[in-house]
């Protein structure tokens, strides 16, 4: 698809099909993200953000992503070039399930510097954003 002589050193390509999902307002099956995502592992990526372990209150349509991640065809995540999965997650009880699921590479953590974004992407302020990270 992408020619490396065009380069100087090497891209890496990432999907983020979590972004894209998470504000759909109508609720994707699981079966169906779980063959998107196979299907994707399959494209040459280099590391695919697929899913968040937040509240399912604030964020309904990432409410299965341990299910999604646990369907997803394992056999295609091995191998030096494998994509990477990440995942988001918001607070601590997201970030135990996270590490809760061996697949999962990668951990962002949403982190604003406009503190009106911070708070309404996680209802906490920079400071305790910051302060949840340090803990």
Partial sequence: MFSSRFFLAPIRLVEC???????LSH?????QKILYLNALLKCGF?????????SPRAV????????V????NHA???????????VVVASHSGLKRALETPIVST???????????QQLNTKKSIAEALNELTE
């Fill in 69 to 72: 991640l646990a369907g997803c």
């Fill in 46 to 54: 280099y590391s695919i953000d697929c899913a968040s372990f937040v």
């Fill in 17 to 23: 099909p979590r972004d894209a999902m998470q504000g």
């Fill in 107 to 117: 951990i962002g953590f949403p982190l604003s510097c406009s503190e009106r974004f």
């Fill in 60 to 67: 309904p349509q990432m409410r299965d992503s341990a299910e």
């Fill in 76 to 86: 295609l995540l091995t191998g030096e070039d494998a994509p990477k999965l990440s």
């Fill in 27 to 31: 609720f994707i099956p699981t079966a």
